[in-house]
């Protein structure tokens, strides 16, 4: 069982940066591969990035490439999001998720996911 607790979100400037954070408990964190996914009102949920479990492997969406980051500390049980070049159309609902893999693999699909948070609000003005 994981739990997940995100945090980080807030009313942004278009152009500017939020880190958001996950923090998971239980301890099968280093065992799963984890994903930030987002939903903005009106519209399907979305892929937004993956990370295996050793933090090795990454996959974006094209619509954040280049301007967010994934990284994980499995030490600390977090996982995290930065995002800068903020822009109005990345306004949403941010959730992070867990999935629990046998090896060093990453997720892009919703399903695959076993685990979420409640999520974070991010909003970008323009």
């Known amino acids: 069982q994981v739990q997940l607790v995100e945090s980080g979100g807030g009313l942004v400037q278009a152009g500017g940066s939020l880190r958001l954070s996950c923090a998971a408990s239980?301890?099968?964190?280093?065992?799963?591969?984890m994903g930030w996914f987002r939903q903005a009102p009106g519209k399907e949920r979305e892929f937004v990035a993956a990370?295996?479990?050793?933090?090795?492997?990454?996959y974006y969406a094209d619509s954040v490439l280049g301007r967010f980051t994934i990284d994980r500390d499995n030490a600390k049980n977090t996982v995290s999001l930065q995002m800068n070049s903020l822009k109005p159309e990345d306004t949403a609902v941010y959730r992070c998720?867990?999935?629990?893999?046998?090896?060093?693999?990453?997720?892009?699909?919703?399903?695959?996911?076993?685990?979420w948070g409640q999520g974070t609000q991010v909003t970008v003005s323009s």
């Open positions: 998720a867990a999935a629990a893999v046998s090896g060093n693999y990453y997720y892009t699909r919703a399903y695959e996911y076993n685990y």
């Open positions: 239980g301890r099968t964190f280093s065992n799963s591969a």
């Open positions: 990370i295996s479990r050793s933090g090795d492997r990454k």
